[in-house]
């Protein structure tokens, strides 16, 4: 669960789930408790309705906004041995930017998190010759790495993003050269890339223009896609009939869980709308509530036909 931050500022309690003028508000309403809650009135509708050939499950997970560790992946795991790996799975993260019937994820992108840490010997600096300054090895570091271009995008991806999130020599001196100097950056990176090969990459710049430094890397995911096929088109054709819109087959935005599933059988992602989503008064209207049930039951129907 995302923290609602300072109660005090939502106009309505973040886990009260209140009703206003046909606007659902609350922690999760949008990201993902609404999704859930769609998922299991589709169930129920198609069940009181004679049922769907086929099994249908439910995969909930309370781990997903946290480190992702005991959650979707160790489920994953138990029914690989079970054999019970589904044939397609549609994850309800909220993915339409404006509108019902906007978006689908056919995939996303990696993550690659990144430590540099740039030993140096402190000195004063009037005299520089004593020293050995890590800020300008680090700036060279960082400076190369930005200025190469990881790719040009793909088929179904954007260009590779590399962000430097900060930089921090833990000196507010004017008159000390620090003795260490550390960066953090974030990498996105698309189907022409592994986690793997970009570590290799930031090493290899680092051994360049910082010998010694230190590079600590964290993969949180691979990119993943899931090419348009028959399962994804009874999606797009469900979200056709209930909302008369064509969605776009999209891979931006930020990771998910569908990473995990990506290993086992091909997945898409629909849900609400994410405008709201891990704000203050995060909400979703009753109306788009019962449009995405409407929407996965007519996906259910038609892809288990």
């Not at 360049?208 to 096929?229: C, D, M, W, Y």
Request: net charge negative; glycine share 10%.
């Amino acid at each position: 669960m995302v923290p609602p931050g300072a109660e005090s500022a939502w106009t309505h309690p973040p886990y009260a789930a209140e009703v206003s003028d046909g606007i659902l508000f609350g922690r999760g309403a949008c990201d993902m408790k609404g999704g859930i809650a769609a998922f299991v009135s589709a169930v129920a509708r198609c069940v009181e309705q004679g049922g769907v050939p086929g099994s249908i499950s439910l995969l909930i997970t309370g781990d997903e906004e946290g480190p992702a560790t005991y959650g979707t992946c160790k489920v994953l795991e138990w029914m690989a041995e079970k054999d019970q790996i589904p044939d397609y799975c549609v994850v309800g993260e909220p993915t339409n930017p404006a509108a019902m019937g906007d978006m689908i994820k056919i995939g996303r992108r990696g993550s690659l998190n990144a430590h540099i840490v740039v030993e140096g010997v402190q000195g004063h600096v009037a005299y520089p010759h004593r020293a050995d300054n890590p800020v300008h090895k680090l700036l060279s570091v960082l400076t190369a790495l930005r200025e190469t271009p990881l790719d040009n995008g793909s088929e179904w991806f954007e260009p590779s993003s590399l962000q430097i999130t900060s930089m921090d020599v833990g000196n507010t001196a004017t008159n000390l050269i620090p003795a260490t100097a550390e960066a953090r950056l974030n990498i996105r990176f698309n189907d022409l890339h592994t986690g793997t090969g970009l570590k290799g990459w930031l090493e290899t710049i680092c051994r360049q223009h910082a010998p010694t430094a230190r590079v600590n890397v964290r993969i949180s995911g691979e990119s993943f896609l899931t090419a348009p096929g028959p399962a994804t088109d009874h999606l797009v054709q469900a979200v056709q009939t209930v909302t008369g819109r064509t969605p776009k087959l999209d891979t931006g935005g930020g990771t998910s869980d569908a990473r995990f599933i990506a290993n086992y059988c091909p997945v898409a992602e629909f849900g609400l709308v994410g405008a709201s989503i891990h704000k203050v008064d995060e909400h979703t209207t009753l109306a788009d509530l019962e449009t995405l049930t409407v929407i996965y039951k007519t996906f259910l129907e038609g892809v288990m036909a």
